[in-house]
């Protein structure tokens, strides 16, 4: 069965210290991983899809990687305003559904 | 920049009652779909519709449930007779498909929908 695994289920830095979040998947044929932040009662706003093992995207203070097994989304340098919900999603098979993870929770004190 | 618009962003209902999720797709898209999320648990994909019908479908997605694409512009979600375990945010998506088979969607802010 496909699986998606995000760790840690929450995340609390002082501003300025840098991190990385955890996205494992398990799933056949994988063709995307996607990667979005979602605040509190608003829908998932993306960030980056990765296609394969090695890829790696950047925007702002946020970078996303990609294994054969996993994605880190790294953030540097995070400001409060980086607080939000960050969720992991695939895209596997002949399908088009994604298949989530929980999501990070993440909370950045200034 | 284009974004998906869905209404209303809360609905409160009877249980039994029907209700219909509005959504307006980035207009350029050729794929809609709807996920719901309960209360603290994760993303559950529900439909994704193409061409003017259901392409994929989960468990979930059962007779109580219905799409439709009235008109060039609208995508709705149906529920016929609501339960109680439906209470839950209900987002609409996009996506026009690039890459040859993978997509990136596009998410609404989300309808909650709260069952009584």
């Known amino acids: 069965e496909d699986q998606v695994t995000q760790s840690p289920e929450a995340l609390r830095l002082q501003e300025g210290e840098s991190s990385s979040l955890n996205c494992s998947y398990t799933v056949s044929g994988l063709r995307g991983l996607f990667w979005y932040r979602q605040d509190p009662g608003k829908g998932p706003e993306f960030l980056f899809t990765l296609y394969s093992a090695g890829e790696e995207k950047e925007k702002e203070r946020l970078k996303a990687t990609l294994t054969k097994k996993e994605s880190f989304l790294h953030i540097t340098a995070p400001k409060p305003e980086d607080s939000a919900t960050y969720l992991c999603a695939v895209q596997a098979g002949s399908n088009y559904q994604l298949i989530w993870g929980a999501g990070t929770k993440l909370i950045i004190k200034p | 920049e284009p974004e998906v618009t869905q209404t209303p962003s809360h609905q409160v209902t009877q249980m039994g009652q029907e209700v219909i999720l509005r959504c307006v797709p980035i207009?350029?898209?050729?794929?809609f779909y709807w996920y719901r999320q309960i209360l603290g648990q994760k993303v559950e994909f529900l439909v994704s519709?193409?061409?003017?019908?259901?392409?994929?479908k989960s468990e979930i997605f059962d007779d109580q449930f219905s799409v439709e694409r009235p008109d060039g512009s609208n995508f709705t979600l149906k529920i016929r007779s609501t339960k109680l375990e439906d209470s839950a945010m209900y987002f609409c998506?996009?996506?026009?498909?690039?890459?040859?088979?993978?997509?990136?969607?596009?998410f609404g802010p989300g309808t909650r929908l709260t069952v009584l």
């Open positions: 207009s350029n898209h050729l794929y």
């Open positions: 998506a996009s996506s026009f498909p690039t890459s040859g088979f993978t997509d990136t969607q596009y």
């Open positions: 519709f193409y061409n003017n019908e259901i392409s994929e």
